[in-house]
């Protein structure tokens, strides 16, 4: 006799669902192998740029292609850091160049330099070279007389400028002298040997520019004391200078004093402080020296073995 069974009938599983559950299981593993092994350590190079900015990468933007490994490529080249651009080397700059370009002369008074200064020459006879500058005759003859305003209280003593002429002509002077009102501003009064090297002394006048030179090679500075200096009052002249002298002090038990400068050029000390000790010299460029051992001898003009710099 047959049994009949009454239970419904199962039904058949398809084979992608068989095999749907375990794929999705594998593809879950996948993923959380990747997350893991690209999160950063928390040891050795955890601050590497390069790393850094990887795991900062989203894993789950895939390429173009559909490979996770190409994105994550791209994306390590994109955080390398590119190389800088080379600066240009400062050996590379001429060095004639680099010094044909003036310093600024922070102490300078009216005159300064690099700038050109028009105005017009005239002529005086030089007679042995002396004048307001109180520097004493001179053999060199190739001088000038500054106007009273650019003169600016003896300030302007001992420059050396180059003169141009209109024609084409140069010369190069120095300052010993003033040229009284109503000689203009940027006028220059030349020594008649002096003007006979740009023009006919017959013209007597002439249209001019002019600037201020730092010479090649000049002798040494000099120190003077003026007549009827003492321990208790002194005046000191610099001589021979080769750029302007901006400022003279002396040593004193309280430090440098700085002494006051007249129109005749020297500079005084009217209570005898630092007189017969040590003086310090600053030109308009602010390069200072210092020279010892210099004798309270007036009137006598005593070598210093020092030179300001060439600019």
């Not at 490994?69 to 390398?80: F, H, I, Q, R, V």
Request: glycine share 10%; proline share 9%; with cysteine.
């Amino acid at each position: 006799m047959r049994t009949t069974n009454h239970r419904a009938p199962r039904p058949r599983r398809g084979r992608g669902q068989a095999f749907g559950i375990p794929l999705a299981v594998l593809a879950v593993g996948v993923l959380a192998c990747v997350g893991v092994t690209l999160l950063p350590s928390s040891g050795a190079d955890a601050g590497h740029h390069t790393e850094a900015s990887v795991a900062a990468a989203p894993a789950s933007v895939p390429s173009r292609s559909g490979s996770p490994a190409t994105a994550l490529g791209a994306a390590t080249a994109s955080a390398l850091p590119r190389p800088a651009s080379p600066r240009p080397s400062v050996t590379g700059i001429p060095r004639s160049a680099a010094s044909s370009t003036p310093r600024p002369a922070s102490l300078a008074g009216r005159i300064k330099p690099g700038v050109a200064y028009r105005g017009v020459a005239t002529s005086y006879a030089a007679g042995d070279g002396g004048g307001s500058c109180l520097y004493g005759p001179s053999s060199d003859l190739m001088i000038a007389a500054m106007n009273h305003t650019d003169y600016e209280s003896a300030k302007a003593c001992g420059a050396h400028v180059l003169v141009r002429a209109a024609n084409g002509s140069s010369i190069t002077v120095r300052i010993v002298n003033e040229c009284p009102l109503p000689c203009a501003p940027g006028q220059l009064d030349l020594s008649t040997q002096a003007f006979a090297k740009l023009a006919a002394p017959s013209l007597g006048r002439i249209p001019v520019s002019w600037t201020l030179l730092s010479p090649a090679a000049p002798d040494m500075i000099s120190i003077r004391y003026k007549t009827g200096s003492t321990r208790w009052w002194c005046g000191i002249q610099v001589i021979g200078h080769r750029n302007p002298v901006a400022a003279l002090e002396l040593r004193t038990a309280d430090g440098w004093l700085p002494l006051p400068r007249t129109d005749y050029n020297y500079f005084l000390s009217p209570g005898g402080s630092g007189c017969g000790g040590a003086i310090r010299v600053t030109d308009i460029y602010g390069e200072r020296l210092t020279i010892d051992k210099i004798a309270l001898k007036p009137d006598v003009a005593q070598p210093s073995g020092v030179q300001f710099t060439r600019r």
